[in-house]
């Protein structure tokens, strides 16, 4: 284990090239990098090119790709190509161009080049309407579909502009561009219902009246895209000149306008796509990347990095908002990304250089940050970057490059001081350069400088020094592991974490102990990471594996301390602390090797942050972490610097959609499943009599973190007890269901064990036959009474008639054959010594249940009873006394097992036993149960008593292909506890 933690920590100054990225001083440094997630044909996807986006009533996202319509869960995809037998099965032909939901999203309107096709999300059908063409209107793809406030369907196919007509149900050509030579691109509607039409010639209105486009400006100009803005005003994307926002068009005045370009920071001209995101910023696609306007400086544009963000690429043809505020981005080549703003709250960045290993704060507005090779001074308000100051040091007589870990600032002597693998250094500001001052060759990893201006030298192998810089000389030293963190008490004592333990350390006695070594709360011998007072009045320890603790201090001349683990059942409790940070609010914000964690001021609740919510994906450096003045955290990790206030961090209620995704029915009279709803979210499911099983699939819609959630399911009526399952098995079956009503619940849960209230209900009512129905079950019951009293009443007449001798010989043969019958079925099923069923019989049952196993799956398990050195009794005491003892056992053995079990006596002093039922775990219980009894029963035999035990092996029919397997497979375990010393159940 040690080992490995040093190997973890060592990684702290291996990690990544430098690279030098001076942010700056605009205000496009601190916006919030947003961090998608991405999703192309590897994941499931039909085909690499999304060039639409819409959602539909349900959550579901769909897609348009070149090989048709895509819809997705977070988990799965669903494709709907060409029609094969049925147009209403597919689309007319398989390259899709445009998607958009009817205002009530119960509906999908999908643009192609062979027309517009509708599609019903309740049926997965479709309708097929082609675009009208003649000599003058070609057929062409469908560029652009927009629906406006009144539900109307317009549709732009290259020159001509169409709308639907819900009377004759078809599209209806409205007008034409009359320019031969040019196309429409886009189409708007206003809140006075005038309709505008973008084209590669300039901007055009349509007067309604004469069904005619009229230029309206802009003549001559190429433009891609237009989109009405909440202020109703207009933004209009262009080929070449990038993008404007018209605020006054609908009064045709186009003389005020501000334009974005490549000049302004637009990473292209070339404009494909505008989205207005609800917090009041604007997303730009274009044909070099992702751009967004912030609502707060409109001025500055951020572009998005693909390496940073995770985009699918930089060529971006959609963007959609969904309902719940997720972004979602087409690509032309390489799938769709996915981004919830919500999520994304934090800034990390390499604002000086990757893996900042160490922190420390300067000024209110100013950080001292070591890189592997440099220290640089980073004011993070103005964003002025000072450096770097060279780790070129100069040690016994040659210059060489040195790894740097710990940066400190002591403010008594404005000093700062290092830790670096050649020893300890101090900053000259004369010569703004790096002086190894001590300590020389000994690799340190954390220092500290108590109120006497002594530095406390935390090493990798050498133990703790600490030095006096105005005597130039060690005063102290403690051969300890590694060190982490140093954190003072008073101005003699210091709390020092290691690898191997947390100690308490006081540089004038020289004393040191091992604060864990006689603490029952706190694991001895732990990896301690970190140390830090809190403003509760105690100290947070953090640790590798073990969690995280509150140290409170009881005693100040001789400290004892007692430990209060934090949520030990946590996950944070697997992580390796890096960091943790006591905000204003009490909270703590803990970096780990995954991300950053946090607790709440009540130390009841954690969330974690990930990759999805622009934290470092490769983890935070041990102890790289301060918080500044004004509440300001940073900590550093091997992609740079993460930065946010806690007040900043809305974490939001994690609230997904459980979605019953798929259901299918086995009738049988049928050959196969039928598929009865593929797409849409049903409430109630009837089955009848013929309805012998059913399968529910379900998904929870969290497009960013589908592979981090779990569920539970019940199906009340049947079962009330909660199943678990996580998102690769997120279906159950049931079989053959008594008639009646039940509700199938299934929630969903993420990974801070936080259940989603949006659970999903499917009611369920089986029919019963018709027969089984109170009136005919009333019907035939009166009948056959009716019918049996006939019967019994011409019985009776004919049996007066028959004479006495008769009857009496009848009595006698049928005593006699009863007789006869009851002999033979014993002979045959029953074995004569101990009355148990025979093998025969045994045999007959345990393939009755593999029957009911292959048909119902009802499960079985096999226990295999053996008597121990059974041999030895019968030598011992004779074999009557042997065949005593085994009719004992016996029936030790069959009254404690349940009715439904079958029990045989299976040869010599062999038993077999079938349980139905029961897995393998509850198999083993069962046969504890029977071994305990044995071993505690004293069997008086013939004057004798005579002590026995069994030995017992377990097998589970699930495991074997047939009950001949599953005995071998339990008779090779009763060998093995027969080898292993008897009087043991194996399993």
Request: with cysteine; aromatic share 10%; hydrophobic share 40%.
């Amino acid at each position: 284990m040690k080992f490995v933690v040093v190997r973890f920590l060592v990684t702290a100054t291996m990690l990544f090239p430098i690279i030098f990225s001076f942010a700056a001083t605009s205000r496009a440094a601190d916006f919030p990098m947003p961090v998608f997630k991405s999703f192309s044909i590897e994941e499931g996807l039909s085909q690499v090119s999304v060039l639409d986006i819409a959602e539909d009533k349900n959550g579901y996202i769909w897609l348009a790709t070149q090989s048709g319509l895509d819809r997705f869960d977070g988990n799965e995809f669903k494709h709907f190509g060409k029609w094969q037998k049925d147009k209403s099965d597919g689309l007319n032909t398989v390259t899709t161009f445009q998607i958009e939901s009817s205002l009530d999203k119960e509906y999908l309107w999908i643009g192609s080049i062979a027309g517009v096709s509708k599609f019903h999300i309740e049926t997965a059908t479709f309708e097929h309407f082609p675009i009208s063409v003649s000599s003058e209107i070609k057929a062409g793809s469908i560029k652009r579909i927009k629906i406006d406030k009144s539900g109307n369907v317009w549709v732009i196919s290259g020159r001509a502009l169409y709308r639907f007509s819900t009377l004759l149900n078809k599209l209806v050509q409205i007008a034409v561009l009359e320019n031969v030579t040019s196309t429409l691109t886009d189409i708007v509607i206003d809140r006075n219902s005038h309709v505008w039409l973008s084209s590669t010639s300039g901007l055009y209105k349509l007067n309604s009246a004469f069904n005619t486009l009229e230029l309206q400006q802009l003549a001559g100009k190429k433009l891609t895209l237009m989109a009405l803005a909440a202020d109703e005003s207009l933004w209009i994307g262009t080929g070449a000149n990038g993008l404007c926002r018209y605020p006054l068009f609908t009064n045709n005045d186009f003389s005020a306008s501000t334009c974005f370009d490549e000049i302004n920071g637009l990473s292209s001209n070339d404009v494909l796509n505008v989205l207005f995101q609800r917090n009041g910023n604007i997303w730009v696609a274009t044909s070099s990347g992702v751009d967004i306007i912030p609502a707060k400086e409109a001025s500055e544009i951020v572009s998005l990095s693909v390496s940073r963000s995770n985009l699918a690429n930089n060529y971006i043809t959609s963007l959609y908002q969904t309902d719940a505020g997720t972004v979602v981005a087409g690509s032309r080549d390489n799938g769709f990304s996915i981004y919830h703003p919500v999520l994304a709250n934090f800034s990390t960045s390499a604002v000086i250089s990757n893996n900042i290993s160490g922190i420390a704060t300067h000024t209110d507005s100013s950080l001292w940050l070591a890189t592997h090779d440099n220290l640089w001074h980073y004011n993070y308000q103005s964003g002025k970057v000072n450096g770097p100051y060279t780790s070129k040091i100069k040690s016994e007589g040659q210059v060489s490059s040195n790894k740097l870990l710990t940066v400190h600032y002591d403010k008594p002597s404005d000093s700062v001081w290092l830790s670096t693998r050649a020893g300890l250094a101090k900053l000259n500001t004369a010569t703004e350069k790096l002086d190894l001052v001590a300590l020389e060759g000994k690799a340190g990893y954390t220092l500290n400088v108590d109120a006497d201006g002594d530095v406390w030298y935390g090493g990798y192998s050498d133990g703790v020094f600490v030095y006096r810089p105005s005597e130039n000389r060690v005063i102290r030293q403690w051969p300890i592991s590694l060190t982490t963190r140093i954190v003072f008490e008073d101005n003699e004592s210091a709390w020092l974490a290691s690898i191997s333990g947390l100690y308490f350390a006081n540089k004038f006695t020289g004393e040191i102990r091992n604060i864990g070594e006689n603490s029952t709360n706190f694991p001895d011998g732990a990896v301690v990471t970190w140390v830090s007072r809190s403003i509760r009045g105690g100290y947070w320890v953090g640790t590798q594996a073990n969690g995280i603790y509150f140290m409170v201090v009881e005693d100040n001349d001789e400290p004892t301390v007692s430990f209060t683990q934090i949520e030990a059942d946590s996950y944070l409790s697997n992580l390796s602390i890096g960091a943790i940070i006591e905000d204003q609010e009490n909270a703590l914000w803990i970096s780990t090797t995954v991300g950053i964690a946090h607790i709440d001021s009540t130390l009841s609740s954690i969330s974690y942050f990930g990759a999805q919510n622009g934290v470092s994906e490769s983890g935070y450096y041990i102890g790289s972490a301060v918080k500044t003045g004004d509440d300001t955290i940073f900590m550093g990790s091997p992609q740079g610097l993460t930065r946010f206030k806690p007040t900043d961090i809305k974490q939001q209620p994690w609230s997904p959609k459980v979605n019953i995704s798929h259901i299918e029915i086995i009738d049988e009279h049928s050959k196969g499943a039928e598929n009865l709803f593929p797409s849409t979210n049903v409430d109630e499911l009837v089955l009848n009599s013929d309805n012998v099983s059913f399968s529910v699939e379900f998904a929870a819609l969290d497009f960013t973190r589908a592979n981090e959630v779990s569920y539970a399911y019940k199906l009340s009526g049947f079962d009330n007890r909660w199943r678990f399952t996580d998102h690769r098995r997120r279906g159950v079956t049931y079989t053959n269901l008594d008639p009646g009503n039940y509700t199938l619940t299934i929630r969903a849960m993420n990974k801070e064990k936080v259940w989603s209230p949006n659970e999903a209900n499917l009611q369920i009512s089986i029919v019963p036959p018709w027969w089984e129905k109170p009136v005919w079950r009333s019907a035939i019951f009166v009948s056959a009474f009716l019918l049996l009293t006939l019967l019994v009443w011409w019985r009776i007449q004919t049996l007066k008639h028959r004479s006495v001798a008769l009857a009496k010989m009848v009595e006698e043969k049928t005593k006699d054959l009863e007789d006869v019958v009851e002999k033979l079925t014993l002979i045959s099923s029953q074995d004569p010594l101990t009355g148990l069923k025979n093998r025969r019989y045994f045999t007959s049952r345990a393939h009755e249940a593999w029957d009911s196993y292959e048909r119902y799956a009802q499960a079985f398990s096999l226990l295999i009873v053996d008597i121990d050195w059974f041999k030895q009794i019968n030598d011992t005491y004779g074999h009557h006394v042997g065949d005593l003892v085994l009719v004992k056992v016996a029936e030790l053995l069959r009254t404690n097992l349940r009715n439904s079990d079958v029990i045989c006596r299976w040869g010599g002093e062999e038993f077999l036993i079938l349980l139905p039922q029961l897995n393998v775990h509850e198999c083993y219980w069962v046969g504890e149960k029977l071994r305990k009894s044995v071993e505690k029963a004293s069997f008086h035999c013939e004057g004798y008593d005579v002590n026995v035990t069994i030995t017992a092996g377990i097998a589970d029919i699930r495991e074997s292909d047939s009950v001949e397997q599953c005995i071998h497979a339990a008779d090779k375990k009763l060998y093995k506890g027969k080898a292993d010393g008897r009087n043991a159940v194996v399993k």
